[in-house]
């Protein structure tokens, strides 16, 4: 009977949690410098333990990564820039629509093909393993090849 009592008083404390509407998931208003993750090859922003990062994790903001076209990630929900953020933002935000990751692929594309490449740099990888240098420097080869002699090495970037 004791346990009949307690299966009745599980099944309406979930009920009762159930009809309250906890949401499935939450997403919350973040700052643009606010660190996300974003992958080689995928569409959205993550935050750092999302499984969808299991093979490659390339740091930087909220900020970037929405102004190069990312989504926000269904399964781990990294948060969206908040109204501040949006604010300050809006001229950057209106180039992201505009300019989706589809139209900055060609560029991209040429980086693999720069003259400068050789058996140490590749103008791509050291584009693409140092997310730093993609606000900073963008995909320009010669830049990325000067960073790369200039600081890079000594550093030891991977840029291969």
Do not use: W
Not at 63 to 76: L, N, T, V
Not at 77 to 91: F, I, V, Y
């Amino acid at each position: 009977m004791k346990s009949m009592k307690k299966l009745m008083a599980m099944i309406t404390a979930f009920a009762i949690l159930v009809s309250i509407g906890i949401p499935s998931s939450t997403v919350y208003a973040a700052s643009g410098d606010t660190v996300v993750y974003i992958t080689k090859t995928g569409e959205c922003y993550h935050s750092s333990g999302c499984s969808s990062l299991r093979r490659s994790k390339i740091e930087t903001t909220l900020q970037s990564a929405i102004d190069r076209g990312y989504r926000a990630c269904s399964k781990c929900n990294p948060g969206s820039l908040d109204a501040s953020s949006q604010a300050t933002s809006t001229k950057s935000t209106a180039v992201a629509a505009t300019t989706t990751k589809a139209a900055v692929d060609p560029v991209l594309e040429a980086l693999k093909t720069y003259k400068g490449n050789n058996d140490e740099f590749n103008a791509y990888a050291y584009y693409i393993n140092n997310a730093d240098l993609q606000t900073a420097i963008g995909a320009d080869g010669d830049k990325l090849l000067k960073h790369f002699n200039d600081f890079g090495k000594a550093e030891g970037r991977k840029a291969k």
